[in-house]
């Protein structure tokens, strides 16, 4: 992992960052056209979730049903075509994956409390032919995965599910099959129906790069939805071009070497985490793989914003998303969210007066 | 962890500046209202009567409520406070149009118009100051401290005059306590109670220790004040009258000089007019007080008189109506007399001629009682008024230039009588005397007895010998008998030759006149050159009142010819007291006489208090100076340093540049926002904000890149024209002037 390799390293990021960069920013934009056509009202939810494709990490959406997770996910995975482009190989020096013949661009899986984890990972089933077992992939093997009301499951499920999206790998019968590299997973839960839940505990929320509540959408954009009913809602991102599996991988891996981060910034970061760890409220702080898992959000920001570097407004952004749900707040907290405004606001007036200095 | 550490830091976020005012309890609110009706009482209570009283009791805590309910509306505090002034203005307005203009006086009579008027003046005025002041602390809990000094002030005025142990002071108060046999000290107790009570009802509203602290300290920081004050300063000092010497009548002490009583009978007495009028033919001259100065000399330059006599001429007789020398009613004698104080510099119409005999001599004369005439050294020639030192002490100050005498008589030796342009009236005026034939046969006598034959046609050997014989056979005496004779002069003179000098004037006088020589009968005073002791100062007393007989000499002008009689049975006058003379010649010099012993000095920690005070004034009114102009530099710097800086420091100058614009008129980022929100929340104001601020940071955390100089600055034009059709232009110019708008840019 090149986390933390910010400039220089990846020779193809060194010699023209700007173009692997606006190439990034393309994909994200034509992405972000697709999701916007298909999904009105939900901008914010949008940019978060490309945000997070890019960035390599999955996402947890708290809602409740008919919001439309289900059509972000689907148009989203259709939004991603398999398809070798002539580009692919155009002067990237790693071979970029391939991905497995069994591949679906997207699956969804509904998590009921009667499931088992070989229902999400696949089976080994014996084969007749050739009188061997043969490992049959479940739902996991796809590019999106929408994990449907995940809190709804046992344990056990859970587990299993949370391993593939930490390790992009399954183990079955001791056999370890790797799952797409470009493995995303959008999982939901209903946050007022808690009865006969498995309300997921905090470290296994931590390998959710975001967690998003959302919320109703405008009147505006309900209006829009209703106007388009007689259309299936997938059929308006028809026009736009979707993305190859490739550009998105391409993309990852840009925003890494090419998007600075400035030292101030990374020191915002981190003593946000600290701070939020000192913070009584608090009972437990994020952890260090949080802000590892951030860094690569804020850059991912940074290029849906055409930028080729992270400002504190990105930190502003993301830092609910990132650490509220990984922190655990003493009993008479409500909104966890704004405990960690309130401990990233010092650090943007920080940074805000750090821009005032003089440029040594 | 535990529940009550969890609830120890309840998650709290400031207020955004333009966020209303939350609401007041109930409870809180009628305290407010109660110490505001308290201290709006207290205000008004020796000021007006008890209608007015209560109506500003009441509009007090109406304007407590209103400047609340006011400060949680969304108008901005500037509005509310001009507001309250306009809203102020039009209630004395009103008054005044009630009062003079709309006839409630006739419709209620005059007396219940005005009541109402002033119940209506205090009440609406109490509601306006009230929520004014109420508003301003309601926005902004610093200035708090306002009311608190409202309240305070409102009951130290109250019992202002109650210092000193004054325990009948303020009379308002003590007077009905004192007349109904009481003992108003209690009531004294039960005022600074009532104000304890206000201040901590006051003080317990504020949330917040630190305020309620600084409440505290403002408190103490104004008894203190007050404290040091009198102890440094004392108490006013009482009227000028005379600084406590004594001077103004008969010695009196400070306490019975500051009765008004008193002073009024020692006016009559100290302020007689001093006048030639009255020296009149008496038997009996009373001369008891006269001891008292009427006026004091300051020489300006050095003199010594011929004679040892200095002359000081205030008027003069010249016409004989019968029985005696008065003042001449003929318009063309005696014009060298100034018939008035001058009221600007002037020369008088008439001079002495001329002569290498006399000299120029400058006096400055302060008088300390009343005269109708101004008097100087024989001959004046310019007056001039002077600024009076101590109007407490004396009554006018004048200068005056006199041509005086420096050479003795035998140097006149030759002269001729009279002036040669005198017309015969003249001649006849100056010569007119009774037609009593005893004068010219005494008078031939006495030139044939003194003169040798060749100068008994001198006039000034004439003279002499008539002045001469009149003091050898004369007598002085303040007690005389001539009074009631039908000529007195004559009783004087062929009787018993005892009298004063109104007597000896007017007797040579009438004998040098039927010699010929023009004279007549100067008054005045005169005092005796030993009693300047060396000084510049004389001071003359009524005891230096004197007449003498002047001839008229051709070369000289008017010439004094006194007699100086050898018998004396009235003791001369006591020379003045030195010191007195040499301190009232300081008063007319305009300095301070009383050095460290006469006056309490101020004590030396006072003194050291007063310099520090000085000091720390200049030294402040200089900081402040220095401060203003460090402000305004450096703000006028970061306003043209875009136009100064590398390409590299651009993009965060010529933010910093527009983001101190947009600070003066209120759009500021809060602290703990991104300079990103900040744009956002801005946006509707000044869209193009956002572009700068997105070029400052990305140059601020981004790469190093080219910064491209005129879009920058396109960009900072843009947001300035939005910012001018945002404001209105006196925010603009507000914000321009406020020295210190730049230190509130985050």
């Known amino acids: ?360 | 962890m535990s529940e009550a550490a969890a609830t120890r830091r309840v998650p709290s976020r400031r207020p955004h500046a333009t966020d209303p005012v939350s609401p007041e309890p109930w409870l809180a609110m009628a305290l407010r209202m109660v110490v505001h009706a308290v201290t709006a009482a207290a205000l008004v209570w020796p000021l007006a009567h008890t209608g007015a009283v209560a109506a500003a009791a009441i509009g007090a805590s109406l304007g407590s409520a209103c400047g609340r309910l006011m400060a949680r509306t969304r108008v901005r505090l500037l509005a509310i406070e001009a507001g309250v002034v306009v809203a102020l203005a039009a209630t004395v307005g009103a008054r005044e149009l009630w009062v003079g203009v709309i006839p409630l006086p006739s419709l209620l009579g005059p007396a219940a118009a005005m009541r109402v008027a002033d119940a209506w003046l205090f009440g609406a005025g109490a509601v306006w100051v009230t929520a004014g002041l109420r508003a301003l602390s309601s926005r902004r809990p610093a200035l708090a401290v306002l009311e608190v000094a409202a309240v305070a002030i409102a009951f130290a005025q109250l019992v202002v005059a109650h210092r000193h142990g004054a325990i009948n002071r303020p009379f308002a108060i003590a007077d009905p306590i004192l007349a109904a046999g009481g003992d108003p000290t209690m009531a004294f107790l039960g005022i600074g109670a009532v104000a304890t009570v206000v201040l901590v009802l006051l003080l317990l509203r504020e949330r917040s220790v630190v305020r309620s602290l600084l409440h505290v300290a403002v408190a103490i920081g104004v008894v203190l004040l007050v404290i040091a004050g009198t102890r440094t300063f004392g108490l006013p000092p009482p009227p000028p009258s005379g600084k406590g010497l004594g001077l103004r009548g008969d010695s009196e002490d400070e306490s019975q000089r500051r009765d008004r009583g008193r002073r009024g009978e020692q006016g009559d007495r100290g302020g007689r007019q001093r006048d030639n009028e009255q020296l009149e033919f008496r038997n009996n001259y009373d001369s008891s007080g006269s001891q008292t100065p009427v006026g004091v000399v300051v020489f300006h330059d050095d003199y010594s008189p011929p004679h040892g006599v200095y002359y000081f001429r205030q008027s003069a007789f010249s016409q004989y109506n019968g029985r005696r020398l008065v003042h001449a009613t003929r318009d063309d004698v005696d014009r060298d007399i100034a018939s008035g104080f001058p009221t600007e510099p002037r020369r008088l119409p008439v001079t002495p001629p001329d002569s290498a005999r006399r000299m120029s001599v400058e006096q400055t004369v302060a008088l300390l009682a009343d005269h109708t005439r101004p008097f100087a050294l024989a001959a004046p020639v310019r007056l001039a008024p002077a600024t009076n030192p101590d109007p407490g002490r004396f009554k006018r100050t004048y200068r005056a230039v006199s041509r005086v005498r420096t050479s003795g008589y035998r140097s006149l030796i030759g002269s001729t009588a009279g002036a040669a342009a005198w017309s015969d009236a003249q001649w006849n005026h100056y010569t007119d005397a009774p037609d009593d034939s005893r004068y010219a046969e005494l008078a031939q006598r006495i030139v044939e007895q003194k003169l040798p034959a060749r100068h008994r046609d001198d006039p000034v050997a004439r003279a002499l010998a008539i002045t001469s014989w009149l003091g050898e056979h004369g007598a002085y005496d303040l007690q005389s008998s001539h009074a009631d004779a039908e000529d007195p002069t004559a009783h004087f003179l062929f009787g018993n030759k005892t009298g004063y000098c109104v007597h000896f004037a007017h007797a040579a006088s009438y004998l040098m006149r039927t010699l010929g020589l023009p004279t007549r009968v100067a008054t005045g005073y005169a005092v005796d050159e030993a009693a300047r002791r060396g000084g510049s100062a004389l001071l003359l007393s009524g005891r230096n009142s004197h007449a003498w007989p002047e001839v008229y000499l051709g070369s000289e002008g008017w010439v004094p010819f006194d007699i100086t009689p050898e018998q004396v049975l009235t003791p001369p006058p006591e020379p003045p007291d030195p010191d007195l003379q040499r301190l009232l010649g300081e008063l007319a010099r305009g300095n301070d006489p009383l050095p460290q012993q006469a006056a309490p000095a101020l004590p030396r920690l006072a003194r050291a208090a007063r310099d520090l005070g000085g000091l720390v004034g200049r030294i402040g009114g200089l900081a402040l100076a220095i401060g203003l102009v460090l402000l305004f530099g450096i703000k006028l710097w970061r306003r043209i340093a875009p136009r100064l800086v590398s390409s590299r420091a651009l993009p965060r100058v010529q933010y910093r540049a527009e983001a101190d614009r947009l600070g003066e008129v209120a759009l500021r980022r809060m602290r703990g926002e991104s300079r990103e929100s900040f744009a956002a929340r801005v946006r509707a104001q000044v869209p193009s904000f956002d572009a700068l601020t997105q070029r400052h940071v990305t140059s601020a955390f981004g790469r190093r890149a080219e910064v491209d100089r005129g879009e920058l600055e396109r960009t900072a034009r843009a947001v300035r024209e939005e910012r001018r059709r945002a404001f209105p232009w006196w925010r603009r110019v507000v914000g321009a002037l406020t020295p210190w708008s730049w230190m509130r840019t985050r």
């Open chain 1, 1 to 360: 992992m090149d986390a933390t390799t910010t400039e220089g390293t990846d020779a193809s990021t060194a010699r023209a960052p700007e173009d692997t960069l606006d190439r990034a920013h393309q994909v994200m934009e034509r992405l972000g056209g697709r999701l916007r056509a298909a999904i009105r009202g939900r901008d914010d939810v949008i940019e978060l979730v490309l945000i997070a494709l890019v960035a390599d990490g999955h996402v947890l959406l708290e809602d409740y049903p008919g919001s439309g997770k289900t059509t972000l996910a689907k148009a989203l995975g259709e939004s991603i075509v398999d398809a070798d482009d002539a580009e692919g190989s155009d002067g990237a020096p790693q071979p970029l994956p391939e991905a497995p013949e069994s591949f679906n661009p997207f699956r969804r899986i509904q998590f009921t409390p009667d499931l088992l984890p070989s229902d999400v990972t696949g089976t080994s089933v014996f084969d007749v032919d050739s009188g061997t077992f043969v490992f049959r992939p479940g739902p996991l093997f796809a590019h999106v995965v929408l994990a449907d009301e995940i809190n709804r499951t046992s344990p056990k499920v859970q587990a299993a599910l949370l391993e593939a999206m930490a390790e992009k790998q399954v183990t079955v019968d001791n056999v370890t099959h790797p799952l797409d590299e470009l493995f995303f997973v959008i999982a939901t839960q209903n946050p007022l129906d808690l009865s006969g839940t498995y309300p997921l505990p905090t470290p296994q929320l931590d390998r959710f790069l975001f967690k998003v509540t959302m919320e109703h959408i405008d009147r505006q954009s309900e209006l829009e939805v209703l106007d388009q009913y007689p259309r299936s809602s997938l059929e308006h991102g028809e026009g736009l071009a979707p993305v190859t599996r490739k550009d998105v991988l391409r993309a990852r891996r840009a925003i890494r070497g090419a998007v600075h981060v400035a030292q101030p910034l990374r020191e915002g970061l981190v003593d946000t985490a600290r701070s939020l760890r000192a913070d009584p409220r608090v009972l437990q702080g994020t952890s260090t793989r949080s802000l590892v898992l951030a860094l690569p959000a804020l850059q991912a920001r940074a290029v849906a914003r055409q930028r080729d570097s992270v400002i504190p407004e990105d930190l502003e952004a993301l830092a609910p998303f990132v650490f509220a749900h990984r922190i655990e707040c003493a009993p008479g907290v409500d909104d966890p969210a704004e405990v960690v405004r309130e401990h990233v606001s010092p650090q943007l007036e920080a940074l805000a007066k750090h821009s005032m200095r003089r440029a040594t």
